[in-house]
């Protein structure tokens, strides 16, 4: 069993076809054994994908930021509420609970989910796999500037291989479950150099 961290909308506006990928997403995570890390939201698809996943009977855990808490979005119902000061301090939770990545469709939170622990990955911090499961390719944009990055030699295509992409559920999950054994890469000079602050 590995706990799956998923990043994944908050959204109230978008397309309930999201929301029910996140519920379906809950529902295989739990029908495989795994548990769930989230980011301990009851809403839109943070709430779908929780739900799902103990209804199913995994274990969930929710890492949410106190400001959320206070506005009453936080996942009451979850095993575990970790209640973080900043959302800094959040990230850090989920990627300590997890043992894989899975980026559903998202907004800007989603985005910043992804590309930082797609950054960690690529400099060597962790050997865990990211998955990003995108059946409607709402992220096809975000694929093709990287590949473009790829291209003007800014983004190693080593680093652009960190992250699986898929458009179905079981290639996603089979991704994420292999992916548990995957060996880290090793971080280019130029790449540690420009990640320093």
């Known amino acids: 069993m590995s706990a799956i961290c ?3 909308s908050s959204s109230g506006r978008i397309d309930p076809a ?5 519920a379906a997403v809950g529902t295989e995570l739990a029908r ?3 548990s769930l890390v989230s980011g301990g939201g009851s809403v839109s698809c943070m709430g779908a994908v929780a739900r799902a996943a103990r209804a199913g009977g995994a274990r969930t855990v929710g890492v949410v930021p106190r400001v959320l808490v206070d506005l009453e979005v936080a996942d009451h119902d979850a095993d575990e509420l970790l209640v973080t000061d900043d959302m800094r301090s959040r990230k850090a939770g989920m990627d300590e609970r997890a043992d894989a990545f899975l980026a559903l469709p998202g907004g800007l939170g989603t985005l910043e989910e992804l590309l930082e622990i797609w950054v960690s990955r690529t400099l060597a911090m962790h050997s865990k796999p990211v998955v990003v499961l995108d059946p409607g390719g709402v992220f096809d944009p975000l694929r093709a500037q990287v590949d473009l990055l790829v291209e003007q030699g800014f983004v190693r295509p080593e680093a652009r291989a960190a992250v699986t992409w898929a458009s179905d559920m079981p290639a996603a999950f089979d991704a994420l479950e292999a992916g548990t054994q995957a060996e880290p890469l090793t971080a280019a000079p130029d790449e540690l150099i420009e990640a320093e602050p």
């Open 6 to 8: 998923v990043f994944c």
């Open 18 to 22: 999201h929301v029910e990928l996140a």
């Open 32 to 34: 495989r054994g795994h």
